[in-house]
């Protein structure tokens, strides 16, 4: 690579229908020329989106440590969700499963929930929340929705400690490639919807599909959880299309489509 790095030209995989990335820079690059963007935060954001709005809840996704997050909630008569060990309203999507249906949460997150946020803030038309449990879901209300346009599906990623950058991680490389191998079941070389970098994160998830629990609990994230005593998180995320709905943020919330 040259030392001036990717221009937008390069970045923005204009030529393919089905496009890959990571993280806000990965938006920033993908969304502008992108008719739908699915927001992949496995371990929990849209985990929790999709557990939450399958069971007739809706999610305010806000950005996280924003001071302003409690007024925003008490504005739209919602509970803001706060830490797992605080309450049964967290990141948590296996405790968002007793949701009562028409409960309004505001849902703040370091990753998922301020890409939702930051890519309402770039113009995209529309943004779906996909994990592995709506997959499918997603990939057919994304097909509808680009109208044959092309569809970004940006994968969060964590972060290293003292802001030392995006950390890649497996969890969301596999949702991702969740949603893409929905979106391209045949994965036809002749004719490639999927961008090379799309490709390979479906061509992951392909490969992990038999042993999707196992391979998020052995994976950082997974290993992070289970020693905070949420290894049940863990396997909530794990299991693929158990949400027959899609997350679509609809002008400031993700509600069931």
Known sequence: MTQTGLVAEDADQHEFGYRFGWGIAGLRALAPASDVVVVVDVLRFTSAVSVATSRGAVVYPYRWRDDTAAAFAAARGA????????????????????????????????????????????????VLAGCLRNATATARRAMVLANGGPIAVVAAGEHWPADAGLRPCVEDLLGAGAVLAALDPSAAVAAPRCSPEAAAARSAFVAARPSLSETLAASGSGRELARRGWADDVDTAAALDADGAASQLVDDAYAAV
């Open 79 to 126: 509970v803001l969700a706060g830490a797992r060990e605080h309450g049964p309203v967290s990141l948590s999507p296996t405790d968002l499963m007793t949701l009562p249906p028409g409960s309004r949460i505001v849902l703040p997150s370091p990753n998922g929930s301020t890409l939702s946020a930051e890519a309402v803030e770039l113009g995209t038309p529309f």
